[in-house]
Structure formats: structure tokens, C-alpha cells
């Protein structure tokens, strides 16, 4: 702003959906710059390219996101109660096989199991079982394995889907967004009728046919909502998808279909015989080499796609769930491990007073 005030200029700015009052301001003298974008098929005589800070864009439509075919936090939870039942079987049977083996002189201790299962559940290396069987050495070989396995899934697994997790689009590409529409399951919905009424041509016929619909249907295709309706699953978001409305759009929950309905150039307005013309496209080159302009758009990052698939972190809460059951049922686990073992050790204590 300070540059443009050393330059003399007076500015507009104006949004989406309301009138053209930089046409009328910029003849009238009332205004030098209009600096907000518009499509460029509405160019006048006295617009210019403005791709120094306002690159060409596309008309590209946005639909439900579907997460992919990893297992969902209740699954989790389930397959965590299922795991944490094994083991607790299996410590069971380590302890019944430990106490009953009488053939033995010197039986396996019952300290030294319950060291040997904690130590390998919390990843520590175990003392060896000298005097241990080779029933009682396969069980505690079973845990040992059953701990690793369960070790590298909670370490890889869940930590991959949390970080960089995939999803699908319910709507893939602009052929199943036609047959949709042809078949009238979705409607196509827009927050202003100004994008579709700005394009003087539509280069592609499913454009054409988006805005014959919204025509005939306003009330139901021009919402400030559209990003709910989508989720209702009876409309298809159609919009601008440069980066910065893309990741706004995820934000939401949706996803930016596969292709492109018509690119969509975009100018500013300034009269040709603006005296420091120039100056000021110089003024806006700098601007858009120094990254000033898109410093609040770098901060939000960009969504990256992998073979149809979508990679962006997610929040954590989702699998708080699954955090919270591993949690309880381990602690579960080692206080029914220690009442069972502390049963035991007291019914062997009885029987073996009474001998």
C-alpha cells in the first residue's frame, strides 16, 4: 500500500458477486487500479493481464472425500479388545504351565515370569528362563513374538495412516459428474451466479449443461451453503480450484474432482492511457517476486495426490479412540495378570501347607 500511495493511485476492491462498480469508478476518474480479478471474457478495452499476481485458474467441481480401505478408529478399538483377550489367554496359560510342571526339581519362579512378560510387553529385554520346559519356552516364545508383531503395527501402521492418510473421491472425474447429472442424482450448486454468468462461451458441453441447470433452478443450485449440501450428497460444489481454494475446500470436507470444466483467466482494470502504467507493472512484478502477496497462502500448504489418492495430515483426534482402548485394555490386562498370578500363588501356598 505504501508503494502504491508513492505512485499516486487510488484503488478498489471489491468481491465475488456484487457489481461491477470498478468499470464505472475507472471511467469515471474515481479510481485508478481495480485490483480484484475478474474472468477475462469480460475484458474491456481498458483492461490488462494480470498474471503477475493473478494467475490463470480453473472451473473445477468439488465433491464428497471417502476415507480409503484402512481400518476406521471403532475397527481399531476392536481388533486392540480382540489382541489384548489373546494375550491375557496366553499369560494365563504361561503361568498354569509354569506352576503345574511339578516334574521338575526346580520349578520356574513366579516372580521370574511375571518379570519376563513385563519386561517384553514394555520392549525390554527379559532375563532367560533357564529352568523353563519346552511347553513353557514355545508360550514365551509365542508372547515374545505376539509383542513385536503388535510393537512394529502400533509404530508403522497407525502413525502411517495418521501422518498420510488416503482418501477417495465419491464423485472420480468429470464423465461420472455427467452421468450424474444426466440422470438427475446430483444438482450443481454455486455460491454466486457470477461465475457462470461471466463466461460468454463455455468451452465444454458439461459447462454448458452445469449452466443451462442453474438456470432453470436457481433456488436450488445458487446457495451460500454449499459445502453442506454436498455432504447431504445431492449437490456437487462448483467453483474456482486454484490452491489456495482447494485446501480451503478440504478444510470443509471435499475434494477437487479429476479434470477441469474451463480455465478461467483473470484480469484487472486500468485505463490504457494510465500515465504510470509502467511503473506499475513493475510495482506488481516485484510484488510477486518477493512472495508478499502469497505469504499467507504458503503457510497452509498444498494437497499432493499419489495415484488417485489424497495425502494430507489429518488431525489426531480420530484415533484418540483408539489410543484410549490400547490404554485401558493394557491396563486391564496386567491387573487381571496380577490378581490371576497373586490367586495362584496363594491356592499353591494352601495346597502346599497342606502337604
Known amino acids: 500500500m505504501e508503494a502504491y500511495a508513492a505512485l499516486n493511485t487510488s484503488i478498489i476492491l471489491r468481491e465475488y458477486g456484487i457489481l461491477p462498480v470498478g468499470d464505472y469508478a475507472i471511467l469515471g476518474r474515481y479510481a485508478d487500479i481495480d485490483v480484484q480479478p475478474r474472468p477475462f471474457s469480460t475484458r474491456r478495452a481498458y483492461d490488462f493481464y494480470f498474471y503477475a499476481m493473478y494467475p490463470p485458474c480453473h472451473v473445477c467441481f468439488f465433491t464428497r472425500f471417502v476415507t480409503g480401505k484402512g481400518s476406521s478408529p471403532p475397527q481399531e478399538s476392536a481388533n486392540l479388545v480382540i489382541v489384548t483377550a489373546i494375550f491375557f489367554v496366553l499369560a ?10 511339578t516334574s521338575r526339581i526346580h520349578p520356574t519362579r513366579f516372580p521370574a515370569i511375571v518379570t519376563f512378560l513385563v519386561s517384553t510387553f514394555l520392549g525390554r529385554s527379559p532375563r532367560a528362563l533357564r529352568s523353563a520346559g519346552a511347553t513353557l519356552k514355545a508360550l514365551l516364545g509365542l508372547w515374545m513374538l505376539g509383542t513385536l508383531i503388535v510393537g512394529f503395527y502400533l509404530q508403522s501402521h497407525i502413525t502411517a495412516d495418521i501422518s498420510a492418510p488416503s482418501f477417495s473421491r465419491e464423485v472420480e472425474d468429470i464423465r461420472a459428474f455427467e452421468k450424474l447429472l444426466d440422470a438427475n ?4 450448486c454455486v455460491e454466486y451466479s457470477f461465475l457462470i454468468n461471466s463466461l460468454e ?22 446457495r451460500s451453503e454449499c459445502h453442506r449440501l454436498v455432504h447431504l450428497g445431492k449437490h456437487v460444489y462448483v467453483r474456482l480450484c486454484c490452491s489456495y481454494d482447494e485446501y480451503i475446500a478440504f478444510q470443509q470436507g471435499l475434494v477437487k474432482g479429476r479434470g477441469s470444466l474451463q480455465l478461467y483467466h483473470r484480469v484487472a482494470t486500468m485505463l490504457s492511457n494510465f500515465p504510470q502504467r509502467r511503473q506499475h507493472r513493475r510495482l506488481l512484478l ?5 512472495g508478499m502477496d502469497f505469504h499467507h497462502k504458503r503457510k ?6 499419489k495415484e488417485g489418492k489424497i495425502l494430507i495430515p489429518r488431525p489426531f483426534s480420530p484415533f484418540m479412540l483408539v489410543f484410549v482402548t490400547g490404554c485401558i485394555s493394557a491396563a486391564l490386562t496386567f491387573c487381571f495378570e496380577i490378581v490371576s498370578f497373586w490367586i495362584l500363588r496363594k491356592c499353591t501356598l494352601k495346597c502346599g501347607s497342606k502337604d
Open 300 to 305: 497452509v500448504g498444498f494437497i499432493q495426490y
Open 201 to 222: 462461451h463455455f468451452e465444454t458441453p458439461l459447462l454448458q449443461k452445469v449452466a443451462s441447470i442453474i438456470d432453470t433452478r436457481p433456488k436450488d443450485c445458487i
Open 286 to 290: 516485484a510484488i510477486a517476486e518477493s
Open 92 to 101: 494365563l496359560a504361561i503361568v498354569l504351565v509354569s506352576r503345574c510342571n
Open 185 to 188: 442424482r446430483v444438482l450443481p
